[in-house]
């Protein structure tokens, strides 16, 4: 199982922690049918990093918030996150996720829907366990954000590189996550609205950061790391942060011109103007683009309380910048 | 557009509220993509007779509570409503509902997908802005039951006539909904446990007699009313109450026991055995079912204020066994 987490020194203070939280995602109320524990126990144990449970333990644990529904809030984000990728993957047809087949290539599209329903309505009643109105609030904003911007994104004009579009995409599809995790965690914890915002702050910076690096990856990731084809966005018409700033540096390039224009699926041009836009500076000044969202996060949180929690949250932020997969 | 409510009398005290559900139905926090404008206007004026809201509403108004949040709860069940009929849709692959093409005769799979996901988040939206922290745990609990039972019902054995899973699987698909409705009206409206036991009882009763009438009505209706072929349940080896009844008074019928044992594809046999359970009593003896079902839901609430609200939610629960489609 990938637990690339267990070498990352920010996850050992919330370790035992994201055990319990694993514990309850798979929990079920009033006992599930046998699939549904098979789909849930897939899901679950098909892991990912749990970075998003791993920032609401840390945010309640710097700020003193009650360790049980903690706890629940960060299975109820983690499911929400999951419920959103049962879904997409299926939209997708992806064959894998983390390297493990996906579970519409193992059941029914109709089950793979109804699973993804399922999860949604588990987490949904996690985050109503936390008993606080305000977190419901926001778990509901954020998945209408979620689902807003991916039927967006399916209806959206293909091969338009616009950096408006680009950051209002990348805050539905992943930072609005990150700052409902950050930002519920502190709401469970205290009443104080500028801490609240602080941790909003630090979560949509992270968000937005991990996501931009996602999509370098991308571009810079071998296929085998990755787990899909090199440049899979582009190679779907879908312009990020890499090819817009390759388009700004030079307008005039015939091989974007061409993919602009709807070339997705001629392989030779798209070799070549991958090629291009890893060699050019667009990766490193998205990079550099990504450390300024983790900076402006982090110091979005700087007055908080100075203990090892905070190190670690702001350790995590650095690792967004870092990771290679 | 049908508009059957408009020609009951139960209506009338709430019609105008209604208008308001609709309207609530149809908003959107933030401003919404067109086509997800497109996707709701077309979903809420498909319609559908409003009970559930209308249940809502006379509950709340029977009860004192406060109508805005009331008309936040109508349409956070209805929304809920919606969401679960737009993926079922989409599983069966049907074409029309009361008579409109369904989302996914006209959008892709991918689009019915996150139309349904949207309105799931817009529905646990409206909960939350009830304010009620018991209505979102009801709201969660109620989604987590409807999905259960259609993933049971996706992987369930065919053929099998199990009264015991029958009651199961209606309260699932349909009576938790009503409970929910009548159940969280009560809460946004009183906190005394017995007064919302009672309505809970309520929906409970109204709800089994709904689906009770559905079932059979996919007997005795004719398809140009019903707008599906008569018997569709059996058709896809589906047990419902009247055969259930039929078997019990006919265990050696030689066409059920074929049914049972899979043969729902030889049409002659099948329009022999939707004849006779037409002409027996197994349509009588369902009737009286959903008839002791809505008694024993109106005994539930007997002791709650009279009043037109009362009276006209005694006159709904008397319509669910008299409806005709």
Redesign the interface.
């Known amino acids: 199982m990938e637990r690339s987490r267990l070498s990352t020194s920010f996850f050992a203070l919330v370790a035992e922690h994201i055990q319990q939280v694993e514990e309850r995602m798979r929990a079920h109320?009033n006992g599930?049918?046998p699939?549904?524990d098979l789909i849930l126990e897939h899901l679950v144990s098909s892991g990912g990093k749990r970075v998003r449970p791993a920032v609401v333990l840390l945010t309640g644990g710097m700020l003193g918030g009650d360790q049980d529904r903690l706890i629940t809030l960060a299975a109820a984000i983690e499911l929400l996150h999951t419920a959103t990728l049962v879904?997409d993957d299926?939209?997708d047809g992806a064959l894998l996720r983390r390297g493990i087949p996906t579970l519409n290539t193992q059941w029914?599209?109709?089950?793979t829907?109804?699973?993804?329903?399922?999860v949604?309505?588990?987490s949904?009643?996690l985050?109503?366990?936390t008993?606080?109105?305000n977190v419901?609030?926001v778990?509901?904003?954020t998945?209408?954000?979620?689902?807003?911007g991916?039927?967006?994104q399916?209806?959206a004009n293909r091969g338009l590189a616009n950096r408006e579009d680009y950051y209002h995409r990348i805050h539905a599809k992943t930072a609005s996550l990150f700052e409902a995790a950050a930002g519920s965690a502190a709401m469970i914890s205290t009443d104080d609205e500028d801490i609240i915002a602080a941790m909003q702050g630090f979560g949509y910076g992270i968000g937005m950061a991990f996501q931009i690096v996602d999509d370098v990856l991308d571009f810079t990731g071998d296929q085998a790391t990755v787990g899909k084809p090199v440049a899979s966005d582009l190679r779907q018409g879908l312009i990020t942060l890499p090819a817009i700033y390759y388009q700004e540096s030079h307008p005039d390039n015939p091989d974007l011109q061409a993919v602009l224009g709807g070339a997705y699926h001629d392989e030779e041009l798209m070799r070549r103007l991958i090629a291009s836009i890893r060699s050019s500076g667009a990766i490193q000044q998205s990079m550099d683009e990504a450390r300024g969202f983790v900076r402006r996060g982090i110091q979005s949180a700087e007055n908080l309380p100075a203990c090892p929690e905070h190190d670690a949250l702001d350790e995590l932020a650095e690792y967004f910048v870092k990771r290679e997969a």
């Open positions: 109320p599930n049918h699939d549904i879904h299926l939209i029914s599209s109709a089950a829907v109804l699973a993804g329903d399922y949604f309505a588990r949904a009643g985050a109503a366990a008993g606080a109105v419901m609030q778990f509901s904003t998945l209408t954000t979620i689902v807003s991916e039927i967006a399916l209806f």
